[in-house]
């Protein structure tokens, strides 16, 4: 089955670093990516929808400054958390869609952790 | 009112037994997935339902699409199997998730 893998699976920076996560699918290209980010013991919540070649559309209350998303290709999407703070420490999660196929495929998530 | 909702929210079983997790949804979906979510925080997805009903192994998932539900079972559970499973709906435009079902299996 399709694939999509994140890199890196965890992270930990210092206060006002930023820090990008690259979401790949590997065996699909993909047209629509979406990030999620997770806070302990709490459900996904979406971040943003990212359309290869387009600008990414976030969700309320999401800043597009702070979490930077490019979409450069079918098979990668990145998320640029800049001058990361403890508060953005969570667990940042990608899925993307199969061109034509309508299949969401899920990442394995990355741990950011912001000291 | 949440648009997902799971239950039970917390399960506890012993190695062996027939485990059933259940999702309603509000919404009209164009999918349902199920997640399981490891205690390190990894995601894999399990299954993806548009209609009726699908087996990987252990695991199967049903959807009844005019009673807006779903179910995860599992059997002959594992301790391998305690994970938080996750219940997401699709519209197409949105998702929606629910809060996750807590299993933990028992030698």
């Known amino acids: 089955g399709a694939v999509v893998s994140q890199h890196p699976s965890w992270v930990i920076c210092k206060s006002g670093t930023s820090v990008k996560i690259e979401c790949r699918s590997l065996d699909f290209q993909a047209t629509t990516m979406f990030w999620y980010r997770q806070f302990p013991k709490q459900s996904l919540m979406l971040m943003a929808t990212?359309?290869?070649?387009?600008?990414?559309?976030?969700e309320q209350g999401v800043e597009k400054d702070k979490f930077l998303i490019n979409h450069a290709s079918l098979t990668l999407s990145t998320l640029t958390v800049t001058s990361a703070h403890p508060e953005d420490s969570s667990f940042y999660i990608c899925?993307?869609?199969?061109?034509?196929?309508?299949?969401?495929?899920f990442g394995p998530g990355t741990r950011l952790t912001v000291l | 009112k949440n648009e997902v909702e799971q239950s039970p929210q917390n399960l506890t079983a012993q190695e062996g037994e027939f485990i059933t997790i259940n999702c309603s949804y509000s919404v009209g979906i164009s999918a349902l997935h199920w997640l399981q979510q490891h205690p390190g925080g990894g995601i894999v997805s399990l299954f993806m339902?548009?209609?009726g009903k699908k087996k990987h192994g252990r695991l199967i998932a049903t959807i009844n699409i005019q009673e807006k539900h779903s179910s995860l079972h599992i059997t002959a559970s594992h301790p391998r199997d305690s994970a938080v499973y996750i219940c997401?709906?699709?519209?197409?435009?949105?998702?929606?998730f629910g809060t996750g079902t807590s299993l933990t299996v028992i030698p």
């Open positions: 997401v709906a699709s519209t197409g435009n949105q998702f929606y």
């Open positions: 339902l548009s209609s």
């Open positions: 899925s993307a869609e199969g061109l034509g196929r309508g299949e969401q495929f």
């Open positions: 990212s359309n290869e070649g387009s600008k990414a559309t976030y």
